[in-house]
């Protein structure tokens, strides 16, 4: 009779042989897995882990105890720290086709983290806008810009300031941060603008970062 009936669900009997012992090996390591997490829980003195695949917990156990006080500040502020956001925007046409966006002196006992930057311009085809970036005097960012033209900046990423470059610069206090920019001649104002973003910290607080105390 059961024969028959495995002949009408299109089953052999060896395919039921075979669908039998899969499921006594998936039985088999489900009691394993039961006999290992039991064993942990045992000698590490902890709970409520069934749940938890035993490798990970195996690899987690190895963190008991530890903490996490401080996401990495160079992409998230910290507690305490300044939030900075400058943005400027300019119209310029002939004869003044050169101005400065930002200039920004990171305050003394601080540490500035440069999260990112962004450009804009409004130029119209013919005309060519360009930013120059520095920190204190020098050329910041040598490899943002355009491959095929020894990286100048001469294109920005959208239509506004919203669309953000990383940076990801931890800037000491003192140091002078400034975006010039500049377009080719026009006989109509152009739009150029420039925007940096992150936060200050204390130098007193990074010294307690650094030392671990």
């Known amino acids: 009779m059961s024969e028959l009936k495995n002949q009408k669900l299109g089953l052999h009997t060896t395919d039921l042989d075979d669908i039998f012992e899969m499921a006594k ?42 903490t996490v006080e401080h996401f990495p500040p160079h992409l998230f502020p ?6 900075v956001d400058i943005r400027e925007s300019y119209n310029l046409s002939s004869p003044n086709t050169q101005i400065m966006l930002v200039d920004f002196e990171v305050p003394t006992q601080m540490v500035f983290f ?12 013919g005309v060519e806008a360009e930013w120059f970036i520095k920190v204190n005097g020098v050329s910041a960012f040598k490899y943002h810009g355009s491959s ?3 990286y100048r900046k001469t294109l920005a990423l959208g239509q ?12 000491a206090g003192g140091s002078r ?37």
Do not use: C
């Open 177 to 213: 941060i400034t975006i010039e920019g500049t377009v080719t001649d026009s006989s109509i104002p152009i739009t150029i603008a420039a925007r940096i973003h992150g936060w200050l910290v204390s130098s007193n607080t990074m010294k307690i970062w650094n030392s671990g105390s």
């Open 78 to 83: 910290p507690r305490g720290s300044i939030t």
């Open 148 to 150: 095929m033209d020894n």
């Open 114 to 125: 440069w999260r990112s930057y962004s450009l804009f311009s409004d130029v119209p085809k």
């Open 25 to 66: 090996e998936q039985k088999d390591l489900a009691r394993q897995r039961r006999a290992d997490i039991a064993t942990i829980k045992s000698s590490e003195g902890m709970s409520g882990v069934d749940s938890i695949p035993v490798d990970m917990f195996k690899w987690m156990t190895q963190y008991k105890g530890i």
């Open 160 to 171: 506004d300031l919203s669309s953000e470059i990383d940076a990801l610069q931890e800037i």
